[in-house]
């Protein structure tokens, strides 16, 4: 069953659905698989209970940026926004993601750092001192659409990794959901 034939896995895509639904485009065919049939290096990648931020930057050996394709500030105090994380010096994107965060889940000046949208999120939690856990809760193949073949800069559809996460606070709120793909790697 695919990601996108029935309502109750809509949310396994969630962010990443409302942000197309937004933006008028079809939601990528997608199915929910289990961690291991994802090939290596993507395993590796995906499968853990750590940020995606400092998991890119160790594998790449290099730090990674922030570049933010779509955004929205909604009144109940949450921030949806589309991204991609890119090497620092090569500018070679590494992450597309959707990331829906629970602003008023932060104090300042973490908020305002989000908000000025030049770190990512991984970066931000980990030099604040705040206490989170990361915990995915689907792995996924994509079929990459659009907006995903012009950031991975693809000549057509192709299957893609990726996961939904979940970010939590201390007291266990979600800080942020995210979905995370990958671009096509040779391992």
Same mark, same amino acid.
């Given at each position: 069953m695919t990601a996108t034939d029935s309502a109750?896995?809509?949310n396994v895509l969630s962010p990443l659905a409302e942000a197309h639904q937004r933006a008028g485009r079809p939601l990528p065919p997608a199915v929910a698989i %289990?961690?291991?049939e994802i090939p290596e290096p993507y395993r590796s990648l995906l499968v853990h209970d750590r940020d995606m931020t400092r998991t890119l930057e160790n594998f790449h050996a290099?730090?990674?940026h922030l570049e933010v394709l779509n955004r929205r500030r909604d009144p109940d105090g949450t921030y949806w926004r589309e991204?991609?994380?890119?090497?620092?010096g090569s500018n070679e994107p590494v992450e597309f993601g959707a990331i829906l965060i629970h602003l008023d889940r932060f104090p300042e000046p973490w908020r305002s750092q989000i908000l000025?949208?030049?770190?990512? %999120?991984?970066t931000i939690l980990n030099s604040s001192g705040l206490q989170y856990s990361s915990k995915p809760s689907a792995y996924l193949r994509f079929a990459s659409d659009g907006i995903v073949q012009q950031v991975f800069e693809l000549s057509g559809p192709i299957a893609l990794y990726g996961r939904r996460n979940t970010l939590r606070n201390a007291q266990g709120e979600a800080l942020a959901e995210i979905i995370e793909i990958l671009p096509p790697r040779h391992a």
């Amino acid at each position: 069953m695919t990601a996108t034939d029935s309502a109750p896995q809509t949310n396994v895509l969630s962010p990443l659905a409302e942000a197309h639904q937004r933006a008028g485009r079809p939601l990528p065919p997608a199915v929910a698989i %289990l961690s291991h049939e994802i090939p290596e290096p993507y395993r590796s990648l995906l499968v853990h209970d750590r940020d995606m931020t400092r998991t890119l930057e160790n594998f790449h050996a290099r730090r990674v940026h922030l570049e933010v394709l779509n955004r929205r500030r909604d009144p109940d105090g949450t921030y949806w926004r589309e991204v991609v994380l890119r090497l620092d010096g090569s500018n070679e994107p590494v992450e597309f993601g959707a990331i829906l965060i629970h602003l008023d889940r932060f104090p300042e000046p973490w908020r305002s750092q989000i908000l000025s949208e030049h770190l990512p %999120l991984g970066t931000i939690l980990n030099s604040s001192g705040l206490q989170y856990s990361s915990k995915p809760s689907a792995y996924l193949r994509f079929a990459s659409d659009g907006i995903v073949q012009q950031v991975f800069e693809l000549s057509g559809p192709i299957a893609l990794y990726g996961r939904r996460n979940t970010l939590r606070n201390a007291q266990g709120e979600a800080l942020a959901e995210i979905i995370e793909i990958l671009p096509p790697r040779h391992a």
